[in-house]
């Protein structure tokens, strides 16, 4: 047995203790890392919720009051609606289940909420990348090419936000078919991914990295295109800068609402860069590593950088 029972007479209750000291410190350790969890996903919830409660409500004020949205408008409450999703149906029911409040995570509940989250997750991130395309064409000069394109944009902006629906929703619609409630005993195990409540399981290596490969693919592709269009925007707005400067008496703010939105919208851009750019590398290191199911440590950094995301941007969105 272990070696302090070598100097106790009875050393098999002296075994016997110790391994249950070592199963309560377990045991306390895991409680404690429960909560300081939970406690992180309540501070997302408190924030995030409300926040962009408060950006839904102002816009359909604004639709109610004036009959119409503009097409940024129109961009930024339905990207207000998707970051409410992700902070209300991953961080609330996360916390919850922290706290032994309810039990959502079964098969069918890891299913629903982490086929939802993948979608709204990946729906915020290409309503900002469309935000900002919009935005760099708003910022044209009226009468070039690029006008006539922001025209068409705004026109066919019902038909981009169905394909962007279409495209995230068929893409993440592997985590119905593989996630689970309990943890799986079969040799699909090897190939699974531990998410805390729920678990992940890929039939084979080949599956779970086409399926790891693809999210990275969907996320890497606006993530570059919008941050084209944010240096595009930000060369705009230092040549504008300069403009303003040679004129005499120019307004030192420099620019007017074009200009403010542009600017929030690059700030916009750059906090998505930084958190989902964090999010990204370790869904890399996650599927470069063979144990996965050993901790939820990965999964859960991810999914707080992702959601927030969803829980800051609301301030962006307030004063854009």
């Known amino acids: 047995g272990p070696w302090p029972c070598r100097f106790v007479s009875d050393s098999s209750l002296c075994a016997r203790t110790i391994f249950e000291i070592r199963d309560l410190a377990s045991a306390a350790l895991m409680t404690s890392e429960l909560l300081v969890r939970a406690m992180l996903y309540l501070s ?116 981009v936000f169905f394909c962007v629906w279409l495209i995230n929703t068929c893409m993440s619609s592997a985590a119905i078919l593989f996630s689970f409630g309990s943890q799986n005993t079969s040799s699909s195990a090897q190939h699974g991914i531990n998410v805390q409540f729920c678990y992940v399981f890929f039939p084979s290596k080949l599956s779970k990295e086409a399926n790891g490969a693809s999210q990275v693919g969907r996320d890497v592709v606006p993530l570059a295109l919008m941050t084209v269009a944010s240096l595009i925007i930000l060369v705009f707005l230092y040549k504008h800068s300069l403009h303003v400067k040679g004129l005499r008496g120019g307004s030192r703010g420099g620019g007017g609402t074009e200009q403010r939105a542009a600017k929030a ?47 800051l941007s609301c301030s962006n969105l307030e004063h854009r």
């Open 44 to 159: 997302l919830t408190v924030v995030g919720v409300p926040g962009n409660i408060a950006v839904i409500a102002a816009f359909l004020l604004l639709l109610y009051q004036e009959n119409r949205l503009l097409p940024a408008d129109a961009i930024v409450l339905h990207l207000a609606c998707a970051n409410l999703i992700i902070v209300g149906v991953r961080c609330f029911l996360e916390t919850l289940e922290s706290f032994y409040l309810t039990e959502v995570f079964t098969d069918v509940g890891c299913k629903a909420v982490i086929f939802v989250y993948r979608t709204s997750r990946s729906l915020s991130i290409w309503l900002t990348f469309v935000l900002s395309t919009y935005q760099c064409l708003s910022i044209a000069p009226p009468g070039s090419r690029w006008a006539s394109l922001r025209a068409l944009f705004a026109k066919y902006l019902c038909l």
């Open 265 to 311: 919208v690059v700030a916009l851009v750059t906090l998505y860069v930084v958190l989902y750019g964090v999010d990204s590398g370790i869904w890399v290191y996650t599927l470069t590593v063979k144990k996965t199911m050993a901790s939820a440590l990965m999964s859960d950094l991810r999914i707080f950088f992702s959601s927030l995301y969803a829980a």
